[in-house]
Each structure stands twice: as structure tokens, then as C-alpha cells.
């Protein structure tokens, strides 16, 4: 599940816009709603053309709410950059678009709104013109353009159909086990508690788990979850998430705070990034500044320790400590947002390098600073996890290879990996990272329960059909099956694969259609129904049903035999032979006082089986 963020200026139509695509306003505000004006965080969804259902977070364009925009902005896959027609570029749009390159957004669309508002072709070609000018260089700069009116609906439908271009670029969020969710709203729900909502990252949560409020330590259980006001089992990764929370009071926690489960992740006051300054900030950034931190919904006051450098000027890059006034949860390789206090301006942004230094650092000690350089790339753990996530499924020796580690190293961190189940082994040639098996996992189960379910008759999945649809080699598959049948996770039938509680059972109305069938059974079991009056009294599956559960046993395409029958008939003709040495159809058809059509098909069936083979009009033992 993806979410969208929209960013622009004040009163270029965001949430205009969000209403028409939604048929909901986003202002939830009465004060915004007076004002005509986003102020806080609004929120929205959206089923697109192709029916993924998509979150949207509308952000103020107003430059006395920034601050507040950056709490929505941080977890979105795609941004709309929002310009409007009449107007074109303005400060604020400048402002935004320079966060959306700090932030590293994915992916994104510029919307040109207010088309209705002129008419000429050739002046919105200009503002065009002039947008592709602004957004040069910047994570924007190929980003599609698309007009439109959310007073006409003109550009809607190319709006939609864009968001599925760009997003079906961009792969969905890993699930690495280990949720958190920036928590950008808190409210009470009556009758039901405490409830935070937000954008859910590296993991799931369900019902019933066990969570902790960062930094502050609350603790308690998830009571229930929405997606888009759709109660959920389990929140996925990358959904707009509302939790409801039993054992932590509504007042005990803040927006900016983390929901996690516990003991996976820890806050930190101090942390080691890497920094860019913009390009046109006012002045240059000196060491031991006041700024204000921003990452994830977070907000708190930091002292700013230049590394390296005595000043940083603008457009420059450098390292940096920040000590931090409020302690944070952050993990290598978030991205982060820095203002001025007073007078408020965006300074620039980076990535966080270290979440958990050791201590000071001295600020111009080259191990210290050639240390930092080498954490861009990880630890040797992180550099294999990301050569396996890389390599999907795959063999330890290819997946060190990607690494391009030393075999000491490598091998050390594979230990490290296997241990704290980063890693998955599926057999011993055969290792996948654990968003990787979480995903297949998930893929693999529910296409085995939903064949059940459409096929509630039928002893499972044939294998290849299961195969085709996870679309894996065969080695991989095979020991894919091997694992899940050797932890009893699925059941295998020679051809066919079920889920271990899968049991094949009649309800009253065809279990009484069994019984009828069973008694014509009876009245000629030599002679019994062809397999298609069988499917004319029940149907095929449950016909099928009774043959995979050995209750006939089908000897040709059109005949069966009660599975009692079948056995008195093939222990009897044995006999004759034993007796005789061999015996013919005309035999056999007078034996059980029934047609050639039987005792010709039963033949042909003992033949083919091995158990007799022919010989002229006879049939003999096979030895």
C-alpha cells in the first residue's frame, strides 16, 4: 500500500483538489475551513484505475505552518507538487520543492491546477516553462506535468492514470519485522480510548500485539486497526494506519512519538548525519548553531556541531553531530529536515549516518571523520543484508559475491544475519532476506488457502500450478515445498500441495446427493453410473472429490467403481488367474454378469497399472 503527500504553495488548490479526487475534504478544521486554508495535517484515500487503494496526506502551503507540513511529508511514496495556473511558481512552492529533494521523495507529479481559469494554451506552455526551469536538478526534474480543474473535473482522469504510471516504477515497501509508526495524529475515541494514526514503516502490526510509545517507554496492546476506515486484522507496510491502543492514556502521548514493538528499536539524543545546506539560504551555518530537527513526525531543538569545517556555506555538504534537546527514534539511513529557529527558514537536510554514537566527537579528528565516511556504506552486516535483498533468493556464495566483501568479513556477517533472522535459510544452498520471506511467505500461503476456498473439493494446488503462480525456478520451488511440508507450514499429495488443515467435507445438501448416488451404486455395482450420470446427479467436483478421496476409483475417463467393488473385482480376477493362468474379456463380463464397456475398461486399467498385461484375446499375471 502506497501513500501520496501533496506540496505548494498556500491557496493553489491542494485541497481542493484532494476533494474532487476523493469526494472528501481534507480540512478537518472548522478554523481551516473558515479560513479557506490547510493549517494542520489533512488526510484522504483513493482507489486508482488499476484498484490499488492509496493514502493521501494534504500538508499547509501557508509559510507560518511549514513546520507543520513536515510532520505529514517524511512517509510518502509520491508527491504532488501543486502549482496553481494563475499564479505559476511562488516562494512557498520553492520552499516545498526543496524539501521534497532533501526528503528524497521517490517519485512525484506537478500539477498544474486552475486550467479552467486560463483559457489560453500558450500562457499555461509558459508556466510550464517556467515550472521546468524551478524544478531543475531537483528530484522533480523529469517528473511528469499534468493539467488540471477540480471545478470542471478536466485532467482528473490523467491525473489517476498517472499516479499508476509512476507508482508501478517504484516497488512497494519492504517488510523488514520491525514496525514503526511516526505518529502524526492522537485522539480519543469514545467508548474505545486512545487512537494515534500515521504512515506504517519497515514492518506489521495486529491486533493483539504488544507495542511501546518512543521515547517515553508507555507500553500497552493494539486493540484494533483501520486502513482508510476499513477495520484490518494486520496494518501493512506503507499503509495510513489508525491504532487503537488499550493501556496507554490519550494524554500520555504526543505527535512526534513512535510506535514500535518492543525492545526493537531505542531513542537517542545525539546523532551522526550527513548535511546539506541549500543553496540560497540567507547566510552561511556556523558550528554550534541552534536549529530545529525534523524526522518522521518529529520535532525538538538541537545544538548543531559542525565536523570537519568551521562554516558551512551555502550549496556545501558536511558531516555533523546534532545533540538533541528531546531524545528521538531514528535508524541509519533516515532522512531529516533542519530550520532556523528565528527567523524561521529551511536550511537543508540529509540522512542520518549513526543514530547511536558512542560520544563527542572531536571535530576535527580525520579517523572520526573517515569513520563516518565508511558507515555510508554500513556495516559488513548491512552491506550483505543489502546485496541479499538485492539477489532476492539465492545461494550464500552469489549473494557474498554481490557483496563484494572480504570472505572473513563475509562470513561473519552471514553468522550475524542467520542469527537475528535477517536472513532466512531455506535449505543449504539457499538463503532469502526476511522481507523477502515475509513477502513469498505471505504469497504462497494465501494462494494455497484461496484455492481451498474456490475449491473446497479438491485434495490442494497442483504443484505446478502453485509454481507457475509464485514464478520460481524449480530448484527454488522444490525446496520451497520441502521446507514449508518438513515444519508441517503445508502438506503434500504426491502432485498436490494443501494446507495442513485442509480437510475435504460435503455439506448436508451434497452429502445427500452422495448418498443417492451411492445407492445406484449399490443397486449395480458391476454396472454402476458412467462418470457423467455421476456429474448429472452431483457435479464434476464433487465427483472428483470422491475419487481423490478413494471412494470410487475411476479405471477409465468414463468408468468408475466403488472403491469395495473395484477390490472384489480385482481380487477376483487374480484368483481366476492364478487358477487358469489366463483369462479372457468374455471371461470377465460373465463373471460380474455385466457389459463388455466394464469389462473392458477394468482390463485396460489392470494392464496399465502393471498388474496384468495381454497377450492376444487373454490376459495374464504380469511378473
Known amino acids: 500500500m502506497r501513500v501520496i503527500g501533496t506540496a505548494g504553495h498556500v491557496d493553489h488548490g491542494k485541497s481542493t ?54 510532520a505529514g511529508i517524511g512517509g510518502i511514496d509520491a508527491a504532488l507538487l501543486i502549482i496553481a495556473a494563475d499564479e505559476g511558481v511562488m516562494p512557498q512552492t520553492k520552499e ?34 517556467d515550472v521546468r526551469t524551478a524544478v531543475k536538478e531537483t528530484i522533480l526534474q523529469d517528473a511528469p506535468i499534468v493539467r488540471v480543474s477540480a471545478r470542471t473535473g478536466s485532467g482528473l482522469n490523467d491525473l489517476t492514470a498517472t499516479l499508476v504510471s509512476i507508482l508501478s516504477n517504484k516497488p512497494e515497501r519492504l517488510d523488514l519485522g520491525r514496525p514503526r509508526l511516526p505518529i502524526d495524529r492522537v485522539f480519543t475515541m469514545s467508548g474505545f480510548g486512545a487512537v494515534v494514526t500515521g504512515t506504517l514503516s519497515d514492518g506489521h502490526f495486529s491486533i493483539g500485539d504488544e507495542i511501546e510509545i518512543l521515547p517515553d517507554g508507555f507500553k500497552g496492546r493494539v486493540r484494533g486497526l483501520q486502513t482508510h476506515k476499513k477495520k484490518e486484522e494486520t496494518a501493512q507496510v506503507g499503509s495510513r494506519t489508525a491504532v487503537n ?15 514500535v514493538h518492543p525492545n526493537q528499536y531505542q531513542s537517542t539524543r545525539r546523532v551522526d548525519a550527513r548535511f546539506r545546506l541549500l543553496k540560497d539560504v540567507s547566510s552561511p551555518l556556523k558550528h554550534s548553531s541552534e536549529v530545529k530537527v525534523f524526522i518522521g513526525t518529529s520535532e525538538t531543538i538541537a545544538n548543531l556541531r559542525l565536523l570537519g569545517v568551521d562554516e558551512l556555506a551555502p ?23 533542519l530550520r532556523r529557529p528565528s527567523p524561521g527558514e529551511t536550511l537543508g ?39 541479499a535483498l538485492a539477489t532476492s533468493i539465492a545461494s550464500p556464495k552469489e549473494i557474498i559475491a554481490r ?54 473439493l479438491r485434495r490442494g494446488i497442483p504443484r505446478e500450478e502453485l509454481k507457475s503462480k509464485l514464478k520460481l525456478s524449480p530448484k527454488i520451488f522444490n525446496a520451497l515445498i520441502t521446507y514449508y511440508v518438513s515444519r508441517n507450514m503445508l502438506k503434500e499429495f504426491g502432485a498436490f500441495i494443501s494446507a495442513p488443515s485442509h480437510e475435504i467435507k460435503f455439506d448436508n445438501g451434497q452429502q445427500t446427493k452422495v448418498e443417492v448416488l451411492m445407492r445406484k451404486f449399490a443397486q449395480n455395482p458391476f454396472s454402476p453410473p458412467s462418470v457423467k450420470e455421476c456429474q448429472a446427479e452431483t457435479d464434476e467436483e464433487i465427483v472428483n472429490a470422491l475419487i481423490e478421496g478413494n471412494q470410487l476409483v475411476a479405471v477409465s475417463q468414463d468408468v468408475v ?9 480385482v481380487n477376483k480376477i487374480i484368483e481366476k488367474l492364478k487358477a487358469n493362468g489366463q483369462i479372457t474379456l468374455a471371461e470377465v463380463r460373465d463373471l460380474f454378469d455385466t457389459s463388455r464397456k466394464y469389462a473392458q475398461a477394468l482390463l485396460e486399467h489392470l494392464d496399465a497399472t502393471g498388474m496384468t498385461m495381454r497377450d492376444g484375446d487373454f490376459r495374464k499375471l504380469k511378473r
Open 17 to 70: 483538489l484532494i476533494a474532487a479526487l476523493t469526494g472528501t475534504h481534507p480540512d478537518r478544521l472548522k478554523e481551516e475551513q473558515e479560513r479557506e486554508m490547510t493549517i494542520d495535517l489533512g488526510f484522504g484515500w483513493l482507489t486508482l484505475p488499476n484498484n490499488e487503494e492509496i493514502g493521501i496526506v494534504d500538508v499547509p502551503g501557508h509559510r507560518d505552518f511549514i513546520e507543520n507540513m513536515l
Open 96 to 129: 516545498h520543492l526543496a524539501i521534497l529533494d532533501l526528503l528524497q521523495i521517490p517519485a512525484g507529479i506537478i500539477v498544474l491546477t486552475k486550467i479552467d481559469l486560463i483559457p489560453d494554451n500558450d500562457w499555461l506552455d509558459l508556466i510550464e516553462s
Open 245 to 259: 491502543i488499550s493501556g496507554i492514556a490519550t494524554e500520555q502521548i504526543r505527535r512526534g512519538e513512535v510506535l
Open 315 to 337: 550549496g556545501d555538504e558536511a558531516w555533523i553531530q546534532l545533540e538533541l534537546r528531546d531524545p528521538i527514534v531514528a535508524v541509519r539511513g533516515d532522512r531529516y529536515i
Open 349 to 387: 537536510g540529509g540522512t542520518i549516518v549513526d543514530p547511536q554514537p558512542k560520544g563527542r566527537h572531536k571535530r576535527f579528528d580525520e579517523d572520526i571523520l573517515k569513520s563516518l565516511e565508511s558507515l555510508t556504506q554500513g556495516s559488513p552486516a548491512d552491506i550483505l543484508f543489502e546485496a
Open 403 to 456: 557483496s563484494h566483501l572480504e570472505k572473513d568479513s563475509a562470513n561473519e556477517a552471514l553468522n550475524e544475519l542467520l542469527e537475528n533472522g535477517k536472513l532466512v535459510k531455506i535449505d543449504e544452498d539457499l538463503l532469502v532476506a526476511l522481507p523477502h520471506w515475509n513477502e513469498l511467505n505471505q504469497k504462497t500461503l494465501q494462494i494455497v488457502e484461496s484455492y481451498h476456498k474456490t475449491f473446497p
Open 561 to 569: 467403481f466403488r472403491k469395495a467393488d473395484y477390490d472384489s473385482m
